[in-house]
């Protein structure tokens, strides 16, 4: 589904690499021999494509749209390196994270090179709207980190604590990458808004389809098996579950997810009163709902190559298994 996604915007998505080489060459040999260890090119492309579908919605993609996908990659590269050293991540994507390459001291530093690329890039365009912007999703994601840290691990925990930690550390990246691609093109506020509001709600659908993932792992899955339930995470499948188990029993349900040693056994345990509870079943409905006003957003927008591309990106969003 994704090369049919890409398909308007193959020619943009593919001049990315270029870009990518560029920055990513430092003509000193051991800064560049670690750079040339950070896979901008790997990724699936998602917050690029957004960029470049929302302005070709509005207007007509051009250079400032170029920069801005750019820039927006480079923001959720520099954050992804920064949350494997948080998270002791040793893998990503099946290939080993940088930390685990070299160490956390570099994987830290990669990441602040990678972030002030972004904003020198960003700086350059001299586009007051889009700085502004950047600067503010800059300041939003280091928030959402975070307010994870302090409140992800509490099991008391409830929707609305958890929905609010997901929209600053995910869906207000994506919100952007919607937000400034229309920006590139358009300087209508109110219509900037609608997409950023759009956006938003695709944000927090892959992040609740992450924590789904998490219970439902596949072959075609590039997340670490169970990863949130072995490093004892509260993601909104269990939050339901906790609340739907009785008093009597919530207790002995606390125990076994904080305490368990990463046995299959308990994890499975984990899984099927998840599931038995309606915290998967939940977590889907809340989905499919947010993809609903999502796809309904799309459909009162003008017809075009772009708007289609959109609304199979929003499907795979919903339906993706890695």
Not at 288 to 317: A, G, P
Request: one cysteine or more; charged letters at 25%.
């Amino acid at each position: 589904m994704l090369q049919e996604i890409f398909t308007p915007i193959r020619k943009e998505i593919e001049s990315l690499s270029d870009c990518y080489k560029t920055i990513l060459h430092h003509n000193d040999q051991t800064i560049n021999n670690i750079l040339s260890n950070v896979n901008l090119s790997e990724g699936k492309r998602l917050r690029p494509a957004m960029v470049f579908l929302s302005a070709g919605m509005v207007g007509k993609i051009n250079q400032l749209t170029q920069i801005t996908a750019l820039g927006l990659e480079l923001l959720h590269y520099s954050s992804l390196l920064h949350d494997d050293v948080i998270d002791n991540g040793i893998k990503r994507r099946n290939q080993p994270t940088l930390n685990a390459l070299w160490n956390n001291k570099i994987a830290v530093l990669t990441g602040d090179y990678l972030l002030s690329e972004c904003m020198n890039l960003i700086a350059k365009t001299n586009h007051a709207s889009l700085i502004s912007k950047l600067t503010t999703i800059a300041k939003t994601m280091a928030y959402g980190e975070l307010l994870q840290l302090s409140k992800s691990y509490n099991t008391c925990l409830d929707e609305k604590e958890y929905m609010e930690i997901i929209r600053y550390k995910t869906a207000d990246l994506i919100a952007a990458c919607f937000e400034m691609g229309v920006a590139s093109c358009i300087s209508d506020e109110k219509i900037i808004a609608q997409w950023r509001k759009f956006g938003e709600e695709a944000g927090i659908i892959f992040q609740l389809k992450d924590d789904l993932l998490d219970y439902q792992p596949n072959e075609l899955s590039q997340k670490d098996i169970h990863k949130d339930i072995c490093e004892h995470k509260i993601t909104l499948p269990f939050i339901i579950a906790l609340q739907r188990t009785p008093e009597s029993e919530r207790q002995q349900l606390l125990g076994l997810y904080k305490n368990h040693t990463g046995k299959l056994t308990e994890i499975q345990a984990i899984i099927r009163t998840v599931t038995e509870r309606g915290g998967i079943a939940y977590t889907e409905t809340l989905i499919k709902e947010k993809t609903n006003r999502c796809l309904d957003f799309l459909n009162q927008q003008k017809d075009s190559k772009y708007k289609r591309s959109l609304s199979l990106l929003v499907q795979f969003i919903q339906n993706r298994e890695f």
